[in-house]
């Protein structure tokens, strides 16, 4: 069983900043390589916000470069996000995900249940 667990988000004022955290565990022995933040807005697909290999190579959605901030700390499998001078249109349900392995075997993509961030103008 792997599980990916978010936390922080919530609401701010625009111009606000929010922090995410998701926490990449399982059952059995795995690591969790290359993560990544997505959005959903009501009534939109979702989207790519950021990423970041297991090397720290991150990339960036191109609304989200210059305010937002992908990082991760390997050794606690977790990966973060610092959202900074939020906009409303940043409201969405922000979704963690994992390409996980299970030593050199590829044990799949998971995805972690969502938090949900609401940015007032």
């Known amino acids: 069983q792997v599980q990916l667990v978010e936390s922080g988000g919530g609401s701010v004022q625009a111009g606000g900043s929010l922090r995410l955290s998701c926490v990449c565990s399982g059952s059995i022995h795995i690591s969790c390589n290359d993560m990544g933040w997505y959005r959903q807005a009501p009534g939109k697909q979702r989207e790519l916000v950021a990423t970041?290999?297991?090397?720290?190579?991150?990339n960036y959605a191109a609304y989200a470069a210059g305010r937002f901030t992908i990082s991760r700390d390997s050794a606690k499998n977790t990966a973060y996000l610092q959202m900074n001078n939020l906009k409303p249109e940043d409201t969405a349900v922000y979704y963690c995900?994992?390409?996980?392995?299970?030593?050199?075997?590829?044990?799949?993509?998971?995805w972690g249940q969502g938090k949900q961030v609401t940015v007032s103008s």
């Open positions: 970041i290999t297991v090397g720290g190579s991150t």
């Open positions: 995900n994992a390409d996980v392995m299970r030593g050199a075997m590829n044990y799949g993509i998971y």
